[in-house]
């Protein structure tokens, strides 16, 4: 008896494994044709989509297709973009969203509530319903930069970084995260002398890791995946992030190995930065559902 | 915490007006922005001065109308038919060009039509695209929000059992989130492909070729349906964790009552663990519907809307007009219209979630 359901066990524990591992394909299959193909000419890449050679780095292998994408696009132009818009964004919104939330939790001043207000209702505005007007607005905003004052921001870095610095969600998140810390500790470094500043700096922040790490996730997926508005305000390839660049391979004679190449390029690092932090990842996106 | 220490209005403004005056900028002043636009003839570049031309922008995307016709009849009262036996109805041209007695039909087309009897009813729609975006998108969200909230609920269940390595399948499970939403919908187009598509090559060795090959995206019948499929397939990992979030604040002692009661699985998750996932369920459903409304990465890159505005949807209408026409003014009714969809929901979602006296 004892032995059967041992056997029960280990089968029941097979067959989980099993349908696990099988989900498990279903979600991996795209992204291992992307690499395999990456590496393989045109002619095979197509000819083995007919068997599971299409997932396998199997045939004429090389780095071809990467060399060949590099020299048809501006490929380190494209990346370096992303990476600029990207970085610079989540630093700035991680400062300006975590002070704007201090100021709403730690400190009583004339306004408070209907900001904070205002600024959650705007959570229900989708990004789509204002992208068009917002074009307008773009076209037309003055900025000081190096060539003097100048009208129209269309074609520059600050188009695709200042609209996305201040937004509902990560100073909603930092509002929370706030809330939970206590608030003696912040009346006491007050009592004793401390600036705003220095207790903002000083007492709150280096508590504030896990809430930072959440905000700083979520805004670099939705920045380095922006499509939308750079389809829209950018032209110039000068200013092209890598989403926008893709266009550049479906001009003229399309290489679909050069395609797969670069796809790779751009998916690659996103995916081996969430599998290395994949709790973090998986944390804050656990924690955006708390908000209901 | 109201003491002279915490209290401070320069301070406040100082550290929430960066954050206040961006989003007003950036956020409402658009928003309100749309609102106004909806209501002039406002283009990106135009000689012409913007004009305030009232509602019809809304008219003109949103006009509806219905045309009940009877069939020709030969002077004898006999049905005349077409050469291929068909009913004759009268040209709908005559009553939707300046017909003075049907100026409410005027420069609307057909949309769709159904036989009743010997009569034909159209329906006429003053823009017919527009009409089959929003169908477009209605079927989109009414798809993709149960399918996809029920399959994250069941990896979520799969995924919350006690095994070894676990961890390692909600990682994979989860991986298509991370990846851009263009990525993928490229990726996909190799699947759907007509001829070398990995669908086709598999369904084909499935079935030892019986299974035609099919265009599954330039087919107007399976284009849609291909898109659902995948937006399903990329998102429905994110979900997976926000249900997952879920089912751990439900307290082990409950499950542990209902295992002493002797309840079946089923019973356990029917009286223990569903009612504990009330407001997490409805929360998913709520962001779904909200994302499945914004569709349009996919569509853009997938199919441009085609094939005969078969996967049409009301962004993808809003960017066209607004951006590729340059007709602000009619790219903000549709963004007007689509907000209007979106506060409807979350409006719902306050009211399904409200605290029960």
Redesign the interface.
């Known amino acids: 008896m004892a032995q059967l359901s041992a056997d029960n066990h280990g089968l029941r524990l097979a067959v989980r494994y099993t349908v696990l591992g099988l989900i498990a394909l279903i979600f991996v299959f795209p992204l291992v044709f992307m690499l395999m193909s990456s590496l393989k000419p045109d002619a095979q890449l197509l000819s083995d989509t007919r068997s599971l050679r299409a997932f396998l780095p199997v045939g004429d292998i090389s780095l071809d297709n990467y060399f060949d994408a590099f020299r048809r696009a501006p490929v380190g132009l494209f990346i370096f973009n992303s990476v600029i818009v990207t970085g610079v964004t989540v630093a700035l919104t991680l400062f300006i969203c975590s002070a704007a939330a201090f100021a709403f939790v730690f400190i009583d001043w004339r306004g408070r509530d209907l900001v904070l207000t205002l600024i959650l209702a705007t959570l229900i505005v989708p990004f789509e319903t204002i992208a068009i007007p917002l074009l307008l607005i773009a076209s037309k905003l003055p900025w000081l930069g190096l060539d003097g004052l100048t009208y129209g921001w269309l074609n520059s870095y600050q188009v695709q970084i200042v609209p996305f610095i201040a937004d509902g969600l990560t100073i909603f998140l930092f509002v929370q995260y706030f809330k939970d810390l206590p608030g003696e500790l912040i009346e006491a470094a007050r009592v004793e002398g401390a600036s705003w500043w220095q207790v903002y700096r000083r007492v709150v922040m280096p508590l504030a890791g896990p809430v930072l790490a959440t905000a700083a996730i979520l805004k670099f997926l939705v920045m380095y995946n922006q499509y939308l508005w750079p389809l829209m305000v950018v032209q110039e390839e000068r200013y092209r992030p890598v989403m926008v660049g893709l266009q550049y391979f479906f001009q003229l004679n399309r290489a679909w190995g050069e395609i797969m190449a670069y796809l790779s390029l751009i998916t690659v690092p996103v995916l081996a930065f969430y599998l290395f932090l994949q709790r973090a990842f998986i944390a804050s996106i656990a924690s955006t559902g708390v908000k209901g | 915490?109201?003491?002279k220490?915490?209290?401070?209005?320069?301070?406040?403004?100082?550290?929430?007006g960066?954050?206040?005056v961006?989003?007003g900028?950036?956020?409402?002043?658009?928003?309100l922005?749309?609102i106004g636009?909806s209501f002039t003839n406002?283009r990106?570049i135009s000689p012409n001065p913007t004009q305030f031309v009232g509602l019809s922008n809304y008219s003109q995307l949103l006009g509806i109308g219905l045309l009940t016709l009877e069939p020709e009849r030969d002077d004898a009262g006999e049905i005349l038919r077409e050469e291929d036996g068909t009913v004759s109805y009268p040209a709908l041209r005559g009553y939707t060009r300046n017909n003075p007695d049907y100026p409410q039909f005027d420069g609307m087309r057909e949309w769709f039509s159904v036989s009743l009897g010997e009569s034909r009813t159209y329906v006429l729609a003053r823009d017919v695209v527009f009409a089959k975006a929003v169908v477009n998108t209605i079927i989109f969200v009414l798809v993709v929000a149960p399918v996809q909230g029920g399959l994250a609920l069941v990896?979520a269940l799969?995924i919350n059992?006690k095994?070894r390595g676990?961890?390692v399948?909600?990682?994979?499970?989860?991986?298509?989130?991370?990846?851009?939403?263009?990525?993928?919908s490229?990726?996909?187009r190799?699947?759907y492909d007509g001829q070398?598509?990995?669908l086709n090559?598999l369904l084909g060795a499935l079935t030892f070729g019986a299974f035609p090959r099919i265009d599954w995206l330039g087919n107007p019948s399976t284009a849609l349906g291909a898109i659902i499929a995948m937006s399903i397939?990329q998102a429905v990992?994110?979900h997976m964790?926000?249900w997952?979030?879920?089912l751990q604040t439900i307290s082990p002692s409950l499950y542990e009552a209902a295992a002493i009661e002797g309840a079946s699985k089923w019973q356990t998750f029917r009286y223990v663990t569903w009612p504990g996932l009330r407001?997490?369920a409805?929360?998913v459903l709520i962001v779904i519907t909200?994302q499945a409304?914004?569709l349009?990465?996919q569509i853009?890159v997938m199919t441009s809307g085609g094939p005969l505005d078969s996967t049409q949807t009301i962004?993808f209408q809003?960017?066209e007009r607004?951006?590729g026409k340059q007709d602000?003014s009619g790219?903000?009714t549709i963004?007007?219209i689509?907000?209007v969809f979106?506060?409807a929901i979350?409006l719902l979602?306050r009211w399904l979630?409200r605290e029960k006296k």
């Open positions: 915490m109201a003491s220490f915490t209290r401070s209005n320069s301070t406040g403004w100082l550290m929430a960066p954050a206040a961006l989003m900028l950036f956020i409402v002043l658009p928003f922005f749309a636009l406002q990106l990896l799969l059992q095994l676990i961890n399948f909600r990682a994979i499970y989860f991986m298509p989130v991370v990846v851009s939403i263009v990525v993928v490229l990726l996909w190799f699947i070398s598509g990995l090559n397939w990992g994110f964790v926000i997952l979030s879920g407001n997490t409805v929360l909200m409304f914004a349009f990465a853009d962004v809003a960017v607004g951006y602000i790219g903000s963004s007007v689509l907000f979106v506060l979350s979602q979630t």
